[in-house]
T-cell receptor, first 115, second 111 residues
């Protein structure tokens, strides 16, 4: 499968625990984006990364949330000390080089439930 | 700020044509994208418009008017499998920058 791979598909955490969401972009893509989606809401941009660099994190909460895209391995979205309001579907997308007409290719998402 | 508006829900009959509208007010404009999302699945790319006019791709067409900040997605010969959410998104800045999404339009196709 050459598409964007996210894991796990479902993640359950108790309040106060940490959640780690992984994303492997499509082969040949070096740009990764994380979005959050709540029921009946649109996709909300969180963070945009290239290999080893955060390009835009304007949509990511300043506290408890962090993201990385190391030289080797998948991109990781990390949520520390989760709260009930963090329950959502988190989608990762990737794209190739910087062109205006490059669509984002999305993974199947990770559904985080905080109990 | 960025604002993208779409109707929340629409219903149409199998075999018919449906038009889903999208209006946008964004700080800049470098292209408009339409995506389809079935419940519990990934959004999938449908179309891209950057110049005014109609882009046709099989049963799906997308139209853009930059002066009006307006786009629509036209679905012809509707099938039951077209029941899904349709997301309008704008790339406000140049280059490979993030897309800003509307809340999506949930389309139900009925027999």
């Amino acid at each position: 499968n050459a598409g964007v791979m996210q894991n796990p598909r479902h993640l359950v955490r108790r309040r106060g625990q940490e959640a780690r969401l992984r994303c492997s972009p499509m082969k040949g893509h070096s740009h990764v984006y994380w979005y959050r989606q709540l029921p009946e809401e649109g996709l909300k941009f969180m963070v945009y990364l290239q290999k080893e660099n955060i390009i835009d994190e304007s949509g990511m909460p300043k506290e408890r949330f962090s993201a990385e895209f190391p030289k080797e391995g998948p991109s990781i979205l990390r949520i520390q000390q989760v709260v009930r309001g963090d329950s959502a579907a988190y989608f990762c997308a990737s794209s190739p080089g910087p062109r205006d007409n490059s669509p984002l290719h999305f993974g199947n998402g990770t559904r985080l439930t905080v109990t | 700020g960025q604002n993208i508006d779409q109707p929340t829900e629409m219903t149409a009959t199998e075999g018919a044509i449906v038009q889903i509208n999208c209006t946008y007010q964004t700080s800049g404009f470098n292209g408009l994208f339409w995506y389809q999302q079935h419940a519990g699945e990934a959004p999938t790319f449908l179309s891209y418009n950057v110049l005014d006019g109609l882009e046709e791709k099989g049963r799906f067409s997308s139209f853009l008017s930059r002066s009006k900040g307006y786009s629509y997605l036209l679905l012809k010969e509707l099938q039951m499998k077209d029941s899904a959410s349709y997301l309008c998104a704008v790339r406000a800045n140049s280059g490979n920058t993030p897309l800003v999404f509307g809340k999506g339009t949930r389309l139900s196709v009925i027999a």
